[in-house]
């Protein structure tokens, strides 16, 4: 799997470039907007050869496959703490590229022509493309804290696309309630993280699974538990579910 990991990167960054080429434009030019097909063909590439690329890895990758991971950068040190801007590939993590490049290039796709009305569309497909390399940083990330940025990065685009049409003020609220239940799940989680570092002086997940062992069985049960009120938060499950009917209007 070492031999295949390296493209990882690519999978997570041509969505980020898909935004960037959408965004950039989309704001510059009055005459960019108006290049629709343009438009929605380059966001919808941006996530279906990403979702080719997990296919072929998925293909290439054994059942008996060991995780391998692939580091950019450091991202930050301080002290003994450092962390990397890195990605793991496993078979649990290939599963979920492949879910979310899937399902969301397809839905990429019946937007072209829903949303061929809009105004905005040049901003909606650009959000859309942002929402997919925050979800591909949530599902690859080979440490709690770049997972924390795709999870963060996840509510900021449910923000923007719950209020995408902020000039009604139903949907405007609906997505600050997002916003604002949102993060009761994200203060959990954080929490969370912190005592998984306090315990194993480190938030990479290789690090933490060879460390299972300094987790007394209390502590255990709190991290699962305030992990699992961050996700509460983010799937609107109870009780942190009061934002979705309205978001639902957005």
């Not at 937007?111 to 940083?137: P, Q, R, T, V």
């Not at 699992?228 to 499950?237: D, E, P, R, V």
Request: glycine letters at 10%.
């Amino acid at each position: 799997m070492d031999a295949y990991v390296h493209f990882v990167p690519w999978i997570v960054l041509i969505p980020l470039a898909g935004f960037l080429f959408n965004g950039l434009l989309g704001l510059s030019s009055g005459a960019f907007r108006e290049q629709k097909n343009l438009i929605g063909g380059v966001a919808t590439l941006a996530v279906f050869i990403p979702f080719l690329l997990a296919l072929w890895l998925f293909f290439m990758m054994s059942g008996d496959s060991e995780a391998a991971t692939v580091s950019l950068f450091t991202w930050i040190e301080a002290g003994s703490f450092t962390t990397d801007i890195g990605y793991r590939l496993d078979q649990l993590s290939l599963l979920m590229t492949l879910v979310v490049t899937g399902v969301g290039a397809l839905i990429h796709f019946y937007a072209i022509g829903y949303m061929s009305g809009d105004e905005g569309f040049w901003k909606f497909f650009a959000f859309m493309n942002l929402f997919i390399f925050a979800m591909l940083n949530l599902v690859l990330a080979d440490n709690m804290l770049l997972l924390f940025l795709g999870w963060e990065g996840v509510g900021l685009c449910s923000y923007l696309l719950i209020g995408f049409w902020y000039s009604d003020m139903a949907k405007s609220d609906a997505a600050k309630k997002a916003f604002l239940y949102n993060r009761v799940g994200d203060f959990a989680f954080l929490i969370a993280m912190f005592m998984i570092f306090q315990i194993v002086g480190s938030l990479r997940f290789e690090d933490i699974l060879a460390g299972t062992t300094l987790f007394t069985t209390d502590q255990v049960f709190l991290i699962g538990a305030l992990i699992l009120i961050g996700a509460t938060g983010k799937s609107a499950q109870i009780p942190l579910f009061v934002w979705l009917p309205d978001a639902m209007a957005g």
